[in-house]
């Protein structure tokens, strides 16, 4: 099995147990925030949503600092 299909497996678990949404891209889906989340941003809220970013090259991490 390569890192890549290990990672894969291993976001597989976090996603069927709820540990995490599914993968998207910030940029054309927006960050997943649950009905409530939304309805308190809406209304002045500030509901924290924590991101972790993937990255599909080992190279972009050295970038983004």
């Known amino acids: ?6 990672f894969l497996a291993w ?5 069927s147990n ?7 891209c910030e940029t054309h889906d927006g ?9 308190s941003y809406q209304n002045g809220g500030d ?6 970013r993937i990255y599909l090259d080992i190279d972009l991490d050295k970038q983004d600092k």
């Open 18 to 24: 709820g540990w995490c949404s599914r993968m998207v």
């Open 47 to 52: 509901p924290c949503v924590h991101i972790v």
């Open 31 to 39: 960050v997943p925030k649950s009905e409530i989340e939304e309805d």
């Open 11 to 15: 976001l597989k678990v976090g996603i």
């Open 1 to 6: 099995m390569t890192v890549n299909e290990e």
